[in-house]
Structures are given as structure tokens and as C-alpha cells.
């Protein structure tokens, strides 16, 4: 494959037919010069993108004949998320798709979860046909045509009022640019090392150590309530009683950093002994994954302690239903939650971004949008998050859904029943985005 990014052709020609399962990796883990070559030579090699979106393109661009054809299997993502959106834009503007046949949520490949189809590309194609299988014997298989005029921003390929709603959806002011950032929660550099069951009592935290069997005690300063992605629940009141050693202090520009082994040591005595019983283990983690081991008791992403510090909502990044919750308590959520933070200069209440994201239009959008894991689960990460859009929010509409959100707050104190209160909310939400009836019932099927 080295020939297919800048080295000279096979015998110099071009190709009838190009076949292929091109590679699937992250922009993340590729070299800068890659990256940077990339940028300047692929229309699609935008934001946070998968090289197959790179392959897809040079095949079309540079491998083919005029009448010639690429076939792939790769993933269907491209279709909908963020960074797709190069790729999906060139393929348009060419009309160099003319076939899609994905395989849903069914796994292909037994090795890994990536959730695939094939495509088939070309030049000058007339439109484009769809199918998704139900299952991988492919039978009955029924496609349907696309005019390219039909086909939004978004490729849903649902009908015409799916594809019209996903713009809707898409076309305010997005929420990447409404919220300060979309964090992910610290991670450790082992949860049975730096994570404990227990509970503070005065000036010292009393728990739990999986790793040594035994209970310990160490000073309360150093230890914060974690939550893990099970501790998150919709509307609800958050609750932990494990907690994270976390060693590091904001300096004077307010920058979070380890606290200084030598103050360590003398200051947090206790800590520091029990942290001490895994050195030799956390200094060969910190080199394998190439961090500072200077500091081997850090752990291996501690964030702001700002964000956590502030109030916030926060998700957990897999659901099969959103589960979004307020925090006014400095919780610290763990890789697997994520915290919404507003800008200084937002005004609007909490409780209203929290009604819209608990809306069964805002799940209606993720799933349309973003990964899908085994028994429809999916992410609810930074990058799918971000895309979706919110209307401008008038103070009718938040003076209707602030006391809604309030009572079922109130009511899941209690474990009642809160969604006759729910359906109010997205009654709300659906006046805000202006949907039709045909909208509402594609949501609500």
C-alpha cells in the first residue's frame, strides 16, 4: 500500500477496479510529518479522522480510470460524524459514490468492534443507492435511490424527512461553541492502586485497599470522591463512596500539577507510605506510556482541578439511554464520565441545557451520530456531543422547563416515577427546534 500515498504507481498506470479493507487509524497515532503531508494533500483529512477516510479519497483521486470502480469495507461513521464531514463533501461534489450497503449494528470482523460496510465508488456517478442488511447473510437486500441533491449534510439515508431533521438538529449555534469545553474524567494509572472504598472521617480518609487486602488510612486532603459511569444516573442525586488518591495541587497560574515529592513525603506521611508500596510498578508504567516518572505517584491524567471544582453536568460516555445529572459537590468522574462546563458569561440556567440533553430528541440524535456498542448502547463522548445544536433559548422557554426539571429532580429523590413529567419535556423541546408532526413521530418511533 505505500505506492497509494505519494510513491510512483504500478507500472505508472491507473486502474479498472480497486478492491480493498483499507486501515483503520486514528489521525491520533500517526506521525506529525504524516499528518502534516496529509492535510496539505486530502480534502478529507479533517478534524479527528480515521487514514481510511484517506484511502477512500486517494483510490477515487489518483488510483482509478475515468469508468473505473473502488469497492471497500470500511466503516460507515464517515457517513455521520464530525470528521467525516471532508470526505462527505468531496464525494458529493464529484458524485463519486454510487452504492452503500452497511451492516448496522452487526459485527463483521470477529477481532475487533468496528461497525463496517461496503462501498462502492466511482466517477461521475448518476446517484446513489443504499441498503441496510439485517443480517450478514444478505438476503433480500433492497436498495433504494438517492438523487445527491437529496442528501443532506448528514448522511442518514432514512428518508428525506430523517435526513432534513438531522440538519435541523445541526444548523444552531452548536454546542461546542456554547460550552466552555466537554472534559473527560481523570484516569488513573490503576484504579485497584489509586482508587479506594471508604469514607472520610475528620482529617483522614478510612478505606479499603483491593491491592494490599487490607484497610488503611490516609489524609483526607489527598483523596477526592470519584464517580465511575455506573454512579451516574439520569435527573439523580450522585452518590460515591469510593475515592481517588489524587496528589496534585494548582500552582500560582492555576495549573494543576503533582505536588512535589519531597513536600509529599513530609506533608502526607500516610499517603505517601501507602502510594509508596507500588513505586517501582508505577514508574514502569509511567515509562511504557511515556510520562514523567519523576513524579510516579501522579496520576496518569489528573485534569483541571478547576473543572471538578465547578458545577457541571456531567454524562456518562456509555448509555443506552441519556443519563446527564447535575453537580454542585466537586465530584470527580473517572474515565468513564464526562463533564459539560458552561462559559463565565452563559446565563442560562443548568437546569435548562440539562432538560435538553436528557430529551428524547437529543438521544434521538446520538444515535443517528455516534458509536454504537453491543445491545444499543452508545458513546456519549466529547466528539458527539459537540456537533449537536441548540436554538437560541428565550425566557419563556426557560421559565416553562426550569420547574419541570426541578420536580423531577425533587422526584427522583424519592424513586417515583417522573415520566409523565419527562414527555412534558420533550414536548418543550420539540416546540424550541420548531419540528413538525412527521418529525416527532420519527423521534418518537
Known amino acids: 500500500t505505500k505506492w497509494m500515498f505519494g510513491l510512483p504507481k504500478i507500472n505508472g498506470g491507473f486502474f479498472d477496479i480497486v478492491i480493498g479493507n483499507p486501515p483503520y487509524v486514528k489521525v491520533q497515532n500517526i506521525s506529525k510529518n504524516q499528518t502534516d503531508y496529509f492535510k496539505k494533500t486530502f480534502v478529507s483529512a479533517k478534524g479527528k479522522y480515521d487514514i481510511y477516510v484517506l484511502f477512500i479519497e486517494n483510490s477515487i483521486r489518483n488510483l482509478i480510470k475515468e469508468n473505473g470502480q473502488v469497492i471497500f469495507i470500511n466503516p460507515h461513521r464517515f457517513m455521520i460524524a464530525d470528521y467525516g464531514f471532508g470526505l462527505r463533501n468531496y464525494l458529493i461534489e464529484k458524485k463519486a459514490i454510487e452504492k452503500i450497503l452497511v451492516f448496522g449494528v452487526e459485527q463483521v470482523f470477529d477481532a475487533a468492534t468496528t461497525y463496517t460496510g461496503i462501498f462502492f465508488f466511482s466517477k461521475n456517478s448518476k446517484n446513489i443507492s443504499f441498503c441496510e442488511a439485517d443480517n450478514l447473510e444478505l438476503n433480500d437486500l433492497e436498495f433504494k435511490r438517492y438523487e445527491f441533491s437529496q442528501i443532506g449534510a448528514v448522511w442518514s439515508f432514512k428518508n428525506e424527512n430523517s435526513t432534513n431533521l438531522l440538519d435541523k438538529l445541526t444548523k444552531h449555534k452548536l454546542v461546542k461553541n ?137 454524562t456518562p460516555q456509555l448509555q443506552n439511554k441519556s443519563s446527564f445529572t447535575i453537580d454542585k459537590n466537586s465530584f470527580f468522574p473517572d474515565a468513564g464520565g464526562y463533564m459539560l462546563i458552561k462559559k463565565e458569561n452563559d446565563l442560562i440556567d443548568l437546569k435548562v441545557y440539562l432538560g435538553i440533553f436528557n430529551s428524547s430528541l437529543f438521544y434521538y440524535f446520538i444515535k443517528q451520530t455516534s458509536t454504537p456498542y453491543n445491545n444499543n448502547y452508545y458513546y456519549f463522548k466529547t466528539n458527539y456531543i459537540q456537533p449537536f445544536s441548540i436554538p437560541e433559548i428565550n425566557e419563556t422557554f426557560q421559565v416553562l422547563i426550569i420547574p419541570i426539571v426541578e420536580k423531577i429532580i425533587s422526584l427522583k429523590l424519592l424513586y417515583e416515577d417522573t415520566s409523565l413529567l419527562e414527555n412534558e419535556i420533550n414536548k418543550l423541546v420539540y416546540d424550541l427546534y420548531n419540528l413538525t408532526d412527521d418529525e416527532i413521530a420519527i423521534i418518537e418511533q
Open 178 to 314: 456554547i460550552f466552555q469545553g466537554i472534559f473527560q474524567g481523570l484516569i488513573s494509572m490503576g484504579d485497584d492502586i489509586q482508587m479506594l472504598d471508604g469514607k472520610i472521617i475528620e482529617d483522614k480518609f478510612i478505606g479499603f485497599s483491593k491491592r494490599l487486602q487490607m484497610n488503611i488510612e490516609i489524609e483526607s486532603s489527598l483523596m477526592k470522591p470519584i464517580l465511575k459511569g455506573e454512579n451516574i444516573q439520569r435527573y439523580s442525586e450522585l452518590k460515591t463512596s469510593l475515592y481517588v488518591f489524587y496528589p496534585h495541587i494548582e500552582n500560582e497560574k492555576n495549573k494543576t500539577i503533582p505536588i512535589n515529592e519531597v513536600t509529599f513525603k513530609k506533608q502526607y506521611p500516610l499517603g505517601y507510605n501507602y502510594i509508596f508500596n507500588f513505586k517501582n510498578e508505577l514508574e514502569e508504567k509511567k515509562i511504557k506510556y511515556k510520562t514523567n516518572s519523576k513524579h510516579w505517584y501522579s496520576l496518569h491524567r489528573s485534569r483541571e482541578l478547576s473543572l471538578f471544582n465547578s458545577e457541571k453536568i456531567i
